[in-house]
Structures are given as structure tokens and as C-alpha cells.
């Protein structure tokens, strides 16, 4: 890989993983970050991320597709579904645990394929596939005291759907930024009856974030999704994606140091040792070819 492609792939990394910590300020706030806020209702963000996504992309939305029913069930898990659970997950989970916790994703889509597409895995995704499902169990559960993270529970459900939009993309022919702009105008209908139903106090809530919330919604979705996937897929033109994949297992790695580092994530033997196993396990799985579905490591980064 070229120095500047390089450079230009780990800033995306570095917004992806600055991303939970981001999306965590906007849902719950930080103390000493902005008097007054404490965050604006998960629905509602996750409704204004994709309000906001689908007006920057909207030149990308011709033509008009002609697989409805699959660009629906995709943007549902890619979209609204999937982030409406991260966010409700990070009222109470730590950026932390949920940037480790959404790698589920990668041997979701593995044991999927398996399923749905007959692939054979070897020992090899195998035993990664098992790492990293032993890594997210230990940073989910507290055998010690019988119970669960449930704001992680939301993130593993999260990366569930995802998987299952990433095994329906391949019957998509779309280029991604249309698939984005797509997403962005499914999702925003549905997000908004979600608000409007279930949460209150969303204007008041916009309004006492002040600018900080604006820079954090333009920051997910300038940085995050128009850059960060406009650098991403353009390096995954030009490289293998046994190269790009394992590259991308920078971003969870960050966002467990971001939320350490920014919001005080409290840094335990159970998520040293269930991230360890879960960036190995992921790793392993991310340098092995999917003879099915290629790009099956990157089910994470096809949806930040």
C-alpha cells in the first residue's frame, strides 16, 4: 500500500474508531463537555444521522433502483435497525465495549454463510471465528455475578442485522455511495415515526447541545461515512481485501482507547483479555478468504 493511501486509510480509522466516543457524547453527553446536555434520545440521532446522510448524498440517488424488496431489508439492517440499537445500546454501554462488541459482526457473517451459502470454513476462521466469540461473551457477561451488559446486548443484536444485510448485498448491483444516499432515505421515515412514537424532548434536547452536538452529527456523517467511506472504498479498489481487512481492526482498537482515554471506560482484566481475543479471532477471520461472500470481514466498516 502507497504511504498516501496509507495515511489517508488510518484516518478513517481514526474517525471510525473516535466514532463510539462521539456518538456516546450526543446520546448521554459528558460531564464538563457541555453544561446543561445530557444527550439527545437515541432514536432522534440515529433520525438526524440519516436525515443528514440522505441531503449530503441525495445527488447519488439517480437512477431509481429496481430491487426494492432487498434494498429495503438491507438498508433496514445496514440503517435504522442497526443504529437505533447501537445508540439505545450506548445509553448505557461504554464506547469501549460497544467498538469490541459490534466485531461480532465478523463471525456473524462467517457462521451465516455457513448457512445460507453453504461456504466450508477451515480450521483457520474456524478457531478465529471461535476467538472472537469467546472475546465478545467475556466483555458481554460477569459469570462472577450472573448477569449481562444490556446496553451490549443491543450492540450484539446490532451486528446481527447488520450480518444479515451484508449476506443480502451482494444481490444489489449499486455503487456505495448510492447505496448510502439509499439507506439514508429508507432509514430517515422509519427513524422518525420511531422518535415520534417512543421519546420526547427532542427539539429542547438538539437545542441544548448547541454547536458541540452540531459538530458531533456533521462529524459522523461528513467524516465517518462521505470520507470515510469514499477513502475506504477506494483503497479496497486498488488492494486485496485480505490486505484492507485486518487494517480496519484499527478502528475498534482506537475506539477502546478513545473511551478509556476520553470518557473515563473502565479498563478491566475482562476487557483486556475478551478484546484481545476478539481483534485476534477477528483478525484471523479477516485474513482468510470467503469464497462465498468476499468481503465478508468487513461487515463493520460497510455500515459506519
Not at 444527550?39 to 440519516?50: E, H, K, S, T
Not at 451484508?166 to 444489489?172: D, G
Request: glycine share 12%; hydrophobic share 60%.
Amino acid at each position: 500500500m502507497s504511504p498516501r493511501d496509507f495515511i489517508a486509510f488510518l484516518a478513517v480509522c481514526l474517525f471510525w474508531g473516535l466514532n463510539f466516543v462521539v456518538a456516546k457524547f450526543a446520546i448521554t453527553g459528558v460531564p464538563g463537555w457541555q453544561a446543561g446536555f445530557d444527550g439527545v434520545p437515541p432514536i432522534a440521532f440515529a433520525f438526524l444521522r440519516f436525515l443528514v446522510l440522505a441531503m449530503v448524498l441525495f445527488p447519488f440517488l439517480r437512477p431509481i433502483p429496481k430491487q426494492w424488496g432487498v434494498l429495503v431489508i438491507v438498508a433496514m439492517g445496514m440503517g435504522c435497525l442497526q443504529y437505533g440499537l447501537i445508540f439505545i445500546g450506548l445509553q448505557t454501554a461504554t464506547p469501549s465495549g460497544m467498538a469490541l462488541v459490534l466485531q461480532s459482526g465478523v463471525p456473524f457473517v462467517t457462521l451465516l454463510s455457513v448457512i445460507w451459502l453453504k461456504e466450508k470454513i477451515g480450521w483457520a476462521r474456524g478457531t478465529g471465528t471461535a476467538l472472537a466469540i469467546a472475546g465478545v461473551v467475556l466483555v458481554v457477561a460477569n459469570p462472577t455475578e450472573l448477569t449481562l451488559a444490556i446496553g451490549l446486548l443491543y450492540g450484539l443484536g446490532a451486528a446481527f442485522v447488520a450480518s444479515i444485510a451484508m449476506i443480502l448485498i451482494r444481490q444489489i448491483d449499486m455503487k456505495p455511495m448510492r447505496l448510502q444516499a439509499w439507506i439514508g432515505v429508507l432509514s430517515t421515515p422509519v427513524l422518525f415515526i420511531g422518535t415520534a412514537a417512543f421519546e420526547t424532548g427532542q427539539a429542547e434536547a438538539v437545542m441544548s447541545g448547541g454547536w458541540l452536538f452540531l459538530a458531533a452529527l456533521a462529524f459522523t456523517v461528513l467524516l465517518v461515512n462521505v470520507y470515510g467511506h469514499g477513502v475506504f472504498y477506494h483503497v479496497l479498489q486498488k488492494y486485496e481485501t485480505t490486505l484492507v481487512a485486518p487494517l480496519t481492526l484499527l478502528a475498534p482498537l482506537i475506539g477502546v482507547v478513545s473511551g478509556i482515554l476520553l470518557t473515563g471506560d473502565p479498563f478491566g482484566w475482562r476487557l483486556a483479555v475478551g478484546g484481545v481475543l476478539t481483534l485476534i479471532g477477528a483478525g484471523v477471520v479477516a485474513s482468510r478468504p470467503n469464497r462465498k461472500l468476499p468481503d465478508a470481514a468487513l461487515v463493520r466498516e460497510e455500515s459506519l
